[in-house]
């Protein structure tokens, strides 16, 4: 079974400033990672996956997210915030080789601020 | 992009009745739908998987009798909670997968229901 962990459920900064959103995952077997954005008001969306090859993968919006399997870990991050990056951002893992289910973390509710 | 409905967007019903959720693919045939519960401040919990034109496969926990789902065609699954109390109240969150092999699931915005 695997667990996600988001250690922060809330990162405000200020506008323009970088931001780091942390992620560790616990796993038996190998795993494929994604980050989920949720604007206000509605459905998740895909913001960047990891299934494999290089371990850095990048976003069409700036985000970024390194697969670091020594670490368990998958933060996002982004060097440059704007206040539309306010959202709710999950993290979920799903096995490789197993069905497409996902496990979520609890979520990092950024916000941004003027 | 890939687009998800859901119907409706909230709902209130009285404890003893039955609701149904409905799940939509707009633009694409989904071979695989999923099911999400997600409690305040809480993650998002899958409660079932479902294939088209086969029984859904429910996590454990999950009471089958309670929460029906149906996946009728490639564009369409629904949730039926069945007899619903208050602990049931929550956010139901459906998600679609085209089966393309390349493990994105698109996301319905959600069902607020609540059982008074």
């Known amino acids: 079974a695997q667990s996600v962990t988001q250690l922060d459920s809330q990162v405000p900064v200020f506008e323009e400033a970088p931001v780091e959103l942390r992620c560790n995952y616990s796993s038996s077997v190998s795993v494929y990672l994604f980050w989920y954005v949720q604007y206000p008001n509605q459905g998740l969306q895909l913001l960047l996956k990891y299934l494999s090859g290089s371990t850095l993968v990048e976003s069409i919006n700036g985000f970024e997210a390194e697969f670091n399997k020594s670490q368990t870990s998958f933060h996002l991050r982004k060097p440059s915030v704007h206040i539309s990056d306010t959202a709710e951002y999950f993290c979920?893992?799903?096995?490789?080789?197993?069905?497409?289910?996902?496990?979520f973390g609890k979520g990092t509710k950024l916000t941004v601020n003027p | 992009g890939a687009v998800v409905s859901q119907h409706p967007s909230w709902v209130i019903c009285k404890s003893g009745t039955s609701v149904k959720i409905e799940c939509r693919s707009l633009?694409?045939?989904?071979?695989?739908m999923f099911w999400y519960r997600q409690f305040p401040k809480q993650s998002l919990m899958l409660m079932a998987t479902?294939?088209?034109?086969?029984?859904?496969?429910?996590e454990q926990g999950v009471e089958k009798d309670k929460f029906l789902i149906n996946h009728a065609s490639l564009t369409l699954s629904t949730l039926t909670v069945t007899s619903a109390h208050p602990e049931d109240s929550s956010f139901y969150i459906c998600?679609?997968?085209?089966?393309?092999?390349?493990?994105?699931?698109?996301f319905g915005p959600g069902t607020r229901l609540t059982v008074t």
């Open positions: 998600s679609a997968e085209p089966g393309t092999g390349a493990l994105e699931q698109y």
């Open positions: 479902s294939n088209e034109g086969s029984k859904a496969t429910y």
């Open positions: 633009d694409f045939q989904a071979t695989t």
């Open positions: 979920a893992v799903s096995s490789q080789g197993g069905s497409e289910k996902l496990v």
